[in-house]
């Protein structure tokens, strides 16, 4: 989140009438990408599988903007989930237009004792919910009216990076999600 009084380059009314839809968005990065989005203007949803926490995180939102932010429990490794979370989303505001995919999974680990449901979770909560919650906002959303998906990526991918392999390995995946469907669904 911005330090209190911040200012920003960009007029405060940027996103004016524009809905943002971002998953993780209950704490930490995509809080703080949720926040920015509704102070210059954006009213949001913020996705977790967290439903007590991303509440109060969006209602911490709605009252430091100004601007209504919805908290919404989805698991983004499961489809219907997400439908559900978009469905409400769009019957709260009528439309998306930014989506953010930001939830994901991480925690330090030596490869030799990282599980392999370990392994599995974080690739599951970050390429496959990247691609689940980027395939249903276009689907129920983009695809007529237009709009922007966000995908969190890292780094940790370009060397070596101790402790992280299932990031690492989660990573190049989200990126090539990324300009695959730029190429596919981009003008």
Not at 42 to 55: D, G, L, Y
Not at 143 to 158: C, E, K, V
Request: glycine share 10%; charged share 20%; with cysteine.
């Amino acid at each position: 989140m911005s330090a209190p009084g911040a200012k920003s380059v960009f007029r405060s009314d940027l996103l004016e009438g524009k809905v943002c839809f971002v998953t993780g968005g209950g704490s930490g990065i995509c809080k703080g990408i949720t926040q920015a989005f509704m102070a210059h203007g954006a009213r949001a949803a913020i996705v977790s599988r967290k439903e007590e926490r991303v509440v109060a995180s969006a209602q911490e939102l709605s009252n430091e903007t100004g601007h209504e932010c919805i908290g919404l429990a989805a698991d983004v490794r499961d489809p219907s989930s997400v439908e559900v979370a978009l469905d409400k989303t769009l019957q709260r505001f009528g439309r998306i237009d930014i989506v953010v995919n930001g939830a994901a999974g991480n925690f330090l680990a030596p490869a030799s004792q990282l599980s392999y449901n370990g392994f599995k979770t974080v690739l599951d909560i970050d390429t496959l919910g990247t691609y689940n919650v980027s395939r249903a906002a276009f689907d129920k959303a983009l695809r007529d009216n237009g709009g922007h998906i966000l995908n969190i990526s890292a780094t940790l991918h370009y060397g070596a990076t101790p402790l992280q392999i299932h990031a690492s390995a989660a990573k190049p995946a989200i990126d090539s999600i990324t300009r695959s469907l730029a190429l596919e669904w981009g003008r």
